[in-house]
């Protein structure tokens, strides 16, 4: 299931797998566990901006 493959990945390089099989699930009219997918999408895209949030502050060393 690409939903959970991009979830898994746990970094952005997963970010567009999920959102591709949400749009699958949608036109299939598979709306039945949309919100635990929805979630998971939302779980990663967490992790991403924390992941960039993180990248950005990143201490001065000498």
Partial sequence: MLI???WARRDASGATTPQRGIGN?????????MPYWLSLLADLLQRCADDLA?????????
């Fill in 54 to 62: 993180r990248r950005r502050v990143r201490p001065v060393t000498g």
């Fill in 4 to 6: 959970l493959d991009g």
């Fill in 25 to 33: 699930l949608r036109a299939e009219g598979a709306l039945n566990r």
